[in-house]
């Protein structure tokens, strides 16, 4: 139960920060997706089936605070937690790099999967040359504050009642 309200403390609270924090910490245009990262953290600690249904869940509910449409962060945030903790449980060595690293490519195909969906959604401006660069730089401030978020994520993933995460 502790578990579960420390999970919804970390969603709340990376929301918060993204929506109101970065919002004005730009660069050039680009914010990060810490709820994505947060996705990802948890792949690394419980796998892919935990961390898409994390990402699911702090997606949609990211996506009441956006104009886009409902459900968009959600699903690329579902299928990048899932890709992640396969790729992450497939992994024979870590490295101190190895979140930073994935989190600038969660970003990548996270951002491709919003822009795609959104433009086939019948959204206008979603494949441009801006959407594009943002994406970007947005994937690089991702695996920038990649370490505090995982360490935010760990300590509300942390199972009080078995003392550690539940894959290791």
Not at 9 to 20: A, C, F, G, I
Not at 22 to 48: K, M, N, S
Not at 96 to 108: D, K, Q, R, S
């Amino acid at each position: 139960m502790v578990r579960r309200v420390r999970l919804v403390l970390l969603v709340v609270s990376l929301v918060v920060l993204q929506t109101t924090v970065f919002t004005h910490l730009r660069v050039f245009g680009a914010i990060p997706d810490l709820c994505l990262v947060a996705t990802v953290a948890i792949a690394f600690e419980e796998g892919p089936e935990r961390a898409a249904l994390f990402g699911f869940l702090s997606g949609l509910f990211l996506d009441l605070f956006l104009s886009s449409p409902l459900g968009l962060s959600a699903l690329s945030q579902a299928v990048v937690g899932y890709g992640v903790g396969m790729f992450h449980g497939a992994m024979l060595r870590e490295s101190p790099a190895m979140p930073a690293f994935l989190c600038t490519a969660a970003g990548l195909v996270g951002g491709a999967i919003f822009a795609l969906v959104g433009a086939v959604a019948g959204e206008a401006g979603y494949l441009t040359g801006t959407s594009l660069r943002v994406i970007l730089i947005a994937a690089v401030y991702d695996g920038v504050v990649a370490l505090p978020v995982f360490a935010f994520a760990r300590w509300a993933d942390h199972d009080t009642d078995l003392g550690y995460s539940r894959r290791h």
